[in-house]
């Protein structure tokens, strides 16, 4: 089914018309965040790195925050990895090494997850830090400090770094329930949300990639929102006050040996250069892990139309936000600003079927089964920070000594998207 092309006015109103019956809530615009290349070039315009290295962990209030919040954009290609490391060259050097650092990060969560896939789906490495006496409700409203992040997580779709380690610690290794739910509930509004990296966020908090989980207090809390403790009803009788008890051995996950080599890098990493079977495309298939206008299919192809497609039998088992769909679609009515831009729902591949398309080759499982289905004529290369390689992922260290060297230092800090 082919649908009218979003207006960037009334993007939310076109959800609510063409895609409201595939999310779990009434579709509304962030409260913080606009889809878009434009919004994404008025962001990487006015960064500014400046105590980013102090400041990135900093909760409340908001004036204190030295988050970037390009997450969003970068999720979606409008912003790339190279690009933003670029956008850093000029920052104070502490600075510019914290947030390169951040964006490897970035990169080795998608390495992680272009090589093992579902895979992700179950702890990597060792056994989740649950607690043994669980609470009924993982994420009690009672709580200031809770409420407070699902509140921005609702509202706006986003949470700085340090309040998606509050949340996941609290969910699991507080709470005791399995992490994989949380991790969903994650990914429904988290307008930066990719299995790459929200899993291997959660993994790392819970322990399960590391063997030593994170643990959420009262400490963490008085010491980046301490106005929250402050407010709460529970300040007298924190239920968070000390620090988690340790929690009962489980047995290890079995061992991956995709952890320790990949068999196959060049298939992992995509083509490193375009893929073409000698037919002409007619069209640009756009997929949501780049909706830039650097995409490079859609750079190599400038007069052809671009064609999306809402994921409806996807998008009908994720539930996701209605505050995810409008962001995409505040973005496809920026690009139909400059380029003609076609809007389906349905099966991608009976909605592209006897077109002959161009596309940039994606490092997902669903680019993998749909491109199969599709046969796109070409296939255009990801544009990696780090082209993966056949080394180690065990770890952020273990991957990163096999990369040439482009700067920075390894960091320590979970591999979350709210840099």
């Known amino acids: 089914m082919q649908l009218p092309t979003p207006d960037p006015d009334t993007a939310t109103d076109w959800v609510r018309e063409h895609l409201g019956d595939l999310c779990r809530d009434e579709p509304v615009a962030s409260g913080a965040f606009r ?8 962001a990487v315009a006015a960064l500014d790195l400046t105590g980013y290295a102090k400041r990135r962990n900093e909760v409340l209030p908001v004036s204190r925050r030295g988050a970037t919040a390009l997450s969003p954009w970068i999720r979606h290609g409008l912003v790339d990895l190279p690009t933003a490391w670029d956008a850093a060259a000029d920052a104070p050097p502490r600075d510019r090494a914290k947030f390169r650092d951040e ?92 299995r790459a990296a ?53 047995p290890a996950p079995e061992h991956d040996p995709r952890l320790r080599s990949d068999p196959d890098p060049e298939t992992t990493g995509g083509p490193a250069a375009p893929v073409a079977t000698g037919a002409e495309p007619e069209a640009v298939w756009l997929t949501a892990e780049s909706l830039g206008d650097a995409d490079p299919a859609l750079d190599a192809h400038p007069d052809l139309p671009a064609v999306f497609v809402f994921d409806e039998p996807l998008l009908r088992r994720l539930r996701l936000s209605g505050k995810r769909l409008v962001f995409l679609a505040q973005t496809l009515a920026d690009l139909g600003g400059r380029r003609a831009v076609l809007v389906h729902r349905g099966t991608v591949a009976d909605e592209l079927d006897g077109t002959p398309v161009a596309v940039t080759h994606a490092p997902v499982p669903g680019f993998t089964t749909r491109s199969a289905a599709v046969r796109p004529v070409v296939v255009h290369p990801w544009p990696w920070l780090y082209r993966p390689h056949a080394g180690p992922v065990t770890s952020f260290t273990a991957w990163r000594r096999r990369l040439p060297r482009r700067g920075g230092k390894p960091s320590t800090t979970p591999p979350q998207q709210g840099a």
């Open 35 to 42: 889809g878009g290349q434009t919004a994404a070039d008025a």
């Open 103 to 194: 964006l490897c990060w970035q990169e080795y969560a998608r390495h992680l997850y272009a090589r093992l896939g579902t895979r992700t789906r179950s702890a990597l490495r060792a056994a989740p830090a649950r607690a043994e006496q669980g609470w009924d409700e993982p994420w009690p409203a009672e709580m200031a400090c809770v409420d407070a992040c699902l509140t921005e997580l609702h509202t706006d779709g986003w949470l700085v770094n340090q309040t998606r380690m509050w949340l996941s610690s609290q969910w699991t290794v507080r709470a005791g329930h399995e992490w994989a739910g949380g991790e969903s509930e994650f990914f429904a509004h988290l307008l930066d949300g990719s």
């Open 198 to 250: 929200n899993r291997l966020g959660w993994q790392w908090t819970v322990g399960a990639g590391t063997g030593k989980p994170y643990g959420f207090s009262r400490w963490q809390v008085r010491k980046r929102a301490p106005q929250l403790c402050g407010s709460c009803a529970l300040s007298d009788a924190c239920p968070i006050e000390h620090w988690p008890a340790d929690p009962p051995s489980r």
